[in-house]
């Protein structure tokens, strides 16, 4: 509890009167009050300044005081110096700061039982006491709270408790006592002087805390002694010859959110608290006055009709909008004139009703609100109840859509108040009557009414529209319809309600999105499955060739998996979109594990190919996705299938070195050269690729596990002469494929280049100086140089032939030593055009 072992205490903080303050000067009736309470309660009405100084110095009982105990445990005021002298003395240790703060205005809640009543007490007068008993202001605060005017007279006579004592929050025992609308308490506390007039920290008077609470008793007190005050303070002006400006100002007090007595007021559950306004401006100050407070937005721009609806408070907007107005106001209106008065007050409301508010028109705020104005919302338990209580709140629902419900379905339906629900239809259809164009008006994000009660589950409020006829298949700015709406957002009862009135379950947007889709996406099975069974089990495909399966197993819903077969064991495993992919496919693309295994165990084939020819094997490697790999290899996947373009696994893991951790894997499975050195249909090795796609991470694994360097592809191009043409500047992987490239002078003799003429395209002067340094040479230059070999060559073997006299093998001789040569020079790294051979032959034939 946070007054045991409390130490310390704080001192009275007595907030001055606001400019409400409107209490007379001292007069003989004053004089005649004094006495009069003095006979009944024992007490002398002091001065507010001799009470506040009163106050001030009443101190703590202590068992060193030197006065002797009265019964209620409090040392008698023998005189008022005696008492200064031992406040004095005991000061220094009597005052100390308090460890916590105040946490709330409001004291304790209507429906609080006695243990929050306690606990909440003693958060509220914590950091009042200086010189006073913990114990005897918890008591006094207790009996305003209760309405014991017993206990609280003796508190405040007895104890010396001043009237007006109020928290750190400035909530005084007059605002305590307000709340429950103890009016004996309240007649009693302001006849011993706490003010009429004293704001608390958030700038609420009596009247208007009166008016939060529907304390009509003591709003009524309140209002008969202020206007009193205030016609003694307008006759005494008038006396005096002096003109009175802001006559009866505390009917038009504002809190620090400007919300009037009637935007508090418009908050409860009946009416009489704005009818007992209405004619008090009426009577008091004029009609028009009253027309101009229920137009008065307050700071979040609420008129009083936008707070009673957002509230459902049903009494007050019946109040406000219909006929009931003209009984309510016929008492305070001129004779003959209570009609007309009604009207204008009406049209102020109605006019109030068309303004364009935070998020749109008031359904949508109402749609978006969770406030009541008191009813079972707060004894509603938060934990899940049975289905069949937690779907069968609003009529309309399709007969046995609680049996379409399980244990384990993500998106079951909440917990809802019936009679919040019931009161936000009734307000909703008063609204559709006295202002039609509401039904109609989008929100600021394009929503229809509809659209935003079903995303918020406003189940009142949708069967109201739904009622109203409303159109189910309007659309906002991106093509959704209502149906969208809760589908994406897993409300599943909403789901069923708009099915039961006819809302199509496969409307596209603008994307070609069906509702489907989303539930499908976000795991929404019991919306999921409402709406396949409403669509007869038929998944239509977006232009994508996506369906609401494939979207499941592409981002890994697997229960919305689960849910649609099993709704439908039949479901094609050969579906495929626009480029061939399954489903299968497109888990094994993101690297769902998971996914993968359920469509493996559910039927799909490891070994179906897409357009491109590749197994879910290829893709998962292509994609880096190497869980997907080991998931389909303990399903029997085969790890040397290959694409259209005979590439296998290997090759389309080193396009990319996000692949690194999926080609590591491979390499770890394929171990043999044949493997690593496999050539596609151009002749590329994975080396190739990796070099070619600059993949620095996989060309070092590559070679790391032995991959030829010294391979070229099928038009002359090895590794270096490839990473040249993709990025010439790429430091890495060329310092890389020079410390492992016994060749500098690769040559393609289909598209004439060599590594050295390469490098110049580029502009890579310092490569090119590195590479003549070496020996590197241009493509005219090796030719050149092959050229000149085979010529000597063949003049050797000319003398030695006519040494041998053998001219009759002379042809066919030159022939084999020059394809001979040709071969070492190949191995050498020389690419001879055949054209060559054909010169040479011509010159010795």
Not at 271 to 276: F, G, H, L, S, T
Not at 542 to 563: E, I, N, Q, V, Y
Request: charged residues 25%; glycine residues 6%.
């Amino acid at each position: 509890m946070l007054f045991e072992g409390l130490r310390y205490l704080m001192r009275v903080r007595h907030r001055v009167s606001d400019s409400f303050d409107l209490s007379p000067p001292s007069t003989n009736k004053d004089w005649l009050r004094q006495e009069k309470l003095h006979r009944r309660y024992d007490y002398d009405d002091l001065s507010a300044d001799e009470d506040v100084k009163l106050t001030a110095l009443r101190k703590i009982p202590t068992h060193d005081s030197r006065a002797p105990l009265s019964s209620n445990g409090c040392a008698p005021l023998l005189t008022k110096k005696l008492i200064e002298r031992e406040a004095i003395n005991n000061e220094s240790r009597r005052i100390y700061e308090c460890t916590e703060t105040h946490h709330s205005e409001h004291l304790i809640d209507a429906r609080g039982d006695e243990e929050r009543h306690r606990f909440a007490l003693d958060e509220y007068i914590e950091g009042i006491g200086d010189h006073y008993d913990l114990a005897q202001l918890r008591t006094a605060f207790q009996a305003a709270s209760r309405g014991d005017t017993t206990t609280l007279s003796a508190c405040i006579i007895s104890q010396g408790i001043p009237a007006d004592v109020e928290s750190s929050q400035g909530v005084s025992l007059l605002q305590l006592a307000i709340q429950r609308d103890h009016v004996k308490a309240v007649k009693m506390l302001v006849e011993l002087g706490a003010s009429l007039n004293k704001a608390t920290s958030r700038g609420r008077t009596p009247l208007l805390t009166a008016a939060k609470y529907g304390a009509i008793q003591s709003m009524k007190l309140i209002l008969q002694l202020l206007c009193e005050q205030e016609k003694s303070r307008l006759k005494k002006s008038n006396n005096r010859s002096i003109c009175s400006e802001n006559a009866y100002d505390f009917l038009f007090a504002l809190d620090e959110n400007k919300d009037s007595a009637l935007h508090l007021a418009c908050r409860g559950l009946e009416y009489r608290c704005v009818k007992a306004l209405l004619c008090a401006v009426i009577s008091k100050v004029d009609w028009r006055e009253a027309e101009k407070i229920l137009g008065e937005a307050n700071e979040r721009g609420y008129a009083p009709i936008h707070v009673a609806c957002m509230w459902r408070s049903v009494a007050v907007v019946r109040l406000l909008l219909s006929s009931e107005c003209n009984k309510a106001i016929a008492k305070a209106c001129p004779i003959g004139r209570t009609s007309r008065i009604a009207n204008a007050l009406r049209n102020a409301s109605i006019n109030a009703l068309k303004w364009q508010l935070q998020t749109g028109s008031i359904l949508h705020e109402m749609a978006y609100s969770k406030a009541c104005s008191g009813c079972a919302c707060e004894r509603i338990d938060q934990h899940q109840m049975g289905i069949g209580s937690n779907v069968g709140y609003v009529e309309g629902l399709p007969i046995g859509v609680v049996a379409e419900y399980e244990e384990d379905d993500l998106d079951l339906p909440s917990r809802k108040c019936i009679q919040c629900e019931k009161k936000a239809k009734e307000i909703v259809k008063m609204l559709a009557k006295r202002c039609p164009q509401l039904l109609v008006t989008r929100s600021i994000s394009g929503l229809t009414p509809l659209m935003s009660a079903v995303a918020k589950d406003a189940l009142g409020i949708v069967e109201a529209l739904l009622q109203l006829k409303v159109d189910t298949e309007e659309m906002d700015g991106k093509g959704r319809t209502a149906m969208h709406h809760a589908a994406s957002r897993g409300i599943s009862r909403q789901v069923a309600i708009l099915l039961s009135w006819g809302a199509s379950p496969c409307r596209p947007d603008f994307e070609c999105n069906r509702p489907m889709h989303y539930a499908a996406i976000k795991g929404h099975t019991a919306s999921l499955r409402l709406l396949y069974r409403a669509n007869k089990y038929i998944d239509v495909a977006t232009p994508s060739g996506h369906t609401a399966f494939m979207w499941a197993a592409m981002f890994g819903c697997d229960a919305s998996l689960r849910t649609m077969l099993n709704e439908n064991p039949l479901l094609s495993r050969h579906e495929r979109d626009n480029e061939g992919n399954t489903a299968l496919h497109l888990a094994a693309k993101r690297d769902l594990p998971d996914t993968v295994k359920l469509l493996v165990s559910a039927g799909w084939d490891t070994e179906c190919k897409n357009d491109r020819g590749e197994s879910a094997f290829v893709t998962a490697a292509a994609n880096g996705s190497a869980n997907a790999m080991r998931a389909l290899l303990s399903y029997g996947a085969d790890v040397f299938a290959l694409d259209k373009d005979d590439n296998s696994a290997l090759h389309v893991a080193s396009r990319s070195d996000d692949c690194r951790d999926a080609l590591r894997e491979l390499l770890a499975w394929l171990v043999e050269s044949r493997f690593i050195n496999f050539r596609n249909n151009d002749g590329k090795t994975p080396l190739h690729i990796a070099a070619e796609n600059c993949a620095v991470k996989c060309i070092r694994e590559l070679l790391k596990n032995g991959a030829d360097i010294r391979v070229r592809d099928s038009r002359g191009w090895d590794c270096l002469m490839l990473t040249l043409k993709a990025n010439p500047r790429s430091w890495p992987i060329l310092t890389i494929l020079i410390k492992h490239s016994p060749n500098m002078n690769g040559y393609s003799p289909i598209d004439n280049v060599s590594t050295l003429s390469l490098a110049q395209t580029a502009g890579n002067e310092l490569f090119v100086a590195y590479l003549k340094m070496h020996g590197a040479m241009l493509p005219f230059e090796i030719i050149d140089r092959a050229a000149r070999r085979i010529q000597r060559w063949y003049r050797k073997k000319l003398f030695l032939r006519g040494l041998l006299h053998q001219p009759n093998r002379k042809g066919a001789r030159i022939r084999q030593v020059c394809a001979s040569l040709g071969a070492e020079m190949l191995e050498a790294g020389a690419q001879i055009p055949s054209v060559y051979f054909a010169v040479r032959r011509s010159l010795f034939a």
